[in-house]
């Protein structure tokens, strides 16, 4: 293992965190210093390449480069399309369910990512200009997050093996971070390199594809903790032993909604908080763009970077209102700082001032901070270990479908409010702040139906 690798599991790993029962703690502490080395490296390394394709980033790079070269409502589409790849290509998060259940998982993990870089790479030889060009640019990206929605599948389960409960969150919690990080400096350099040179993308994509490749390379070595345990469970169960069609995934997300109603409750208002939040970033890249006639490097100074800082920023406070408490607690809580943000966002719409929008930025990163860790393990407090990955599926697919609902209602919506005259940009972001009150409230509610539920639960138990 590399220095760098042993240097951050001493400092955010100290052996009296590791220790689990039943386990010799020395050996226990061993397994989680190592596959936290490799985590850590393997995640600053891949999500420098896939920081190219966050959706704040690619949607500016869209709205930017193929401006006055196709129409402009459809541009908007696809900018708005961009902008939610990450959610929409979780629609086929089961596909990936079925074909890991009762495989081994480093093999698989490894395979999507490598295929996601290739096709990262390949976004540098994609024309600027044209709607053929355009279409590349939204499949490449596609593709892309198919592969990292299936990582995004498995990964829990992963974690779930290597990680004992008093550490979970806190590895989560570091390597959100780092994720962030890479998002935050990755995406503005790019941004800002593009401002003086539009065809630099074409020297960076490549690059940032190398680096990528190399963290695919020190994942592989990654080992999951009593796999044949774990693989032995998927395979008992023989609705899981063979593979699952992609179109089999809606009739496994109802029968897991309709076998645990707080979960399904649950989801109902992630779908309706998240389709409010989904919103934001479409409406954002145009009208800086239209309105403001921003750059690449201040749209995504607002859209990416800022979130992104104030996410790390965040996440250790989140991290330990999370560790106290119930996923639904902890959202019932959390949730209303995104409404916060779109307060921020409406009034710099009404207002014309720039500066509201840096703040809405800002408490957006917020809040972003805390779904990062909800997002990756607030299922666990639902699912039984062998069911993890489909309670995950069942949160990603869900978010898939509003990932591919919300972008086109925003910008259809926009565009018919342009038409007729209206302040478009004011009255959609007022729409996308009344939708996440909704869901803010809908979490409140569901902690009070849950009563002491949400009080304590020892994560993975």
């Known amino acids: 293992m590399t220095r760098l690798g042993e240097f951050a599991t001493r400092i955010v790993l100290p052996s009296e965190r590791v220790r689990e029962v039943g386990d ?3 050996v226990r502490a061993a397994f989680v210093r190592r596959a936290f080395s490799i985590d850590f490296l393997a995640t600053c390394l891949i999500m420098l390449a896939v920081a190219t394709i966050e959706g704040g980033v690619i949607a500016v790079f869209a709205k930017q480069t193929f401006e006055g070269s196709v129409d402009n409502t459809t541009l908007n589409l696809f900018v708005g399309l961009l902008g939610a790849m990450g959610e929409l290509a979780n629609i086929l998060s089961f596909f990936w369910t079925g074909v890991s259940q009762g495989k081994p998982k480093i093999k698989l993990f490894t395979m999507m990512l490598g295929a996601m870089i290739a096709c990262i790479g ?24 198919v592969c990292w929605s299936g990582m995004v599948t498995l990964r829990p389960t992963i974690w779930r093996a290597n990680y004992p409960p008093d550490v979970r969150t806190r590895v989560v919690g570091i390597l959100s971070s780092v994720q962030v990080v890479c998002v935050a400096v990755v995406g503005s350099s790019l ?22 490749l190399a963290g695919v390379a020190i994942a592989a070595k990654q080992r999951v903790r009593r796999e044949h345990n774990l693989l032995r469970g998927e395979r008992s169960d023989p609705d899981q032993a063979r593979i699952m069609k992609p179109w089999e995934g809606p009739l496994v997300v109802l029968k897991v909604l309709r076998q645990d109603k707080w979960y399904a409750q649950f989801m109902l208002w992630m779908f309706v908080l998240g389709f409010g939040n989904l919103t934001i970033t479409p409406t954002l890249v145009i009208s800086l763009k239209e309105e403001f006639n921003f750059g690449h490097f201040q749209s995504v100074l607002i859209t990416s970077t800022i979130p992104c800082v104030m996410t790390l920023l965040a996440i250790p406070f989140w991290r330990r209102l999370l560790d106290q408490g119930h996923v639904v607690r902890f959202r019932s809580l959390h949730s209303w700082t995104f409404v916060a943000g779109g307060i921020a966002y409406t009034t710099g719409a009404a207002t014309d001032h720039v500066w509201w929008y840096f703040a809405g930025a800002a408490l957006m990163g917020i809040g972003f901070g805390g779904g990062s860790l909800a997002w990756n393990i607030g299922h666990v407090d639902f699912a039984r270990p062998s069911e993890t990955s489909k309670y995950m599926a069942t949160h990603v697919t869900l978010n898939g479908v509003r990932g591919l609902l919300a972008p086109i209602a925003v910008t259809t919506l926009y565009e018919l409010l342009k ?43």
């Open 24 to 26: 010799a703690p020395s």
């Open 122 to 145: 390949a976004i540098a030889l994609v024309p600027t200009t044209g709607m053929g060009a355009l279409w590349v640019l939204l499949l490449l990206v596609l593709a892309a997050r």
């Open 191 to 212: 941004a800002f390199t593009l401002d003086k040179n539009p065809d630099a993308y074409r020297i960076f994509l490549p690059i940032a594809a190398v680096i990528g």
């Open 419 to 461: 038409k007729k005259g209206v302040d478009a940009h004011l009255w959609v972001q007022a729409g996308s702040l009344f939708i996440s009150i909704i869901g803010a409230a809908g979490f409140v509610h569901l902690r009070w139906k849950m009563g002491k539920l949400t009080d304590k639960v020892r994560r993975g138990a």
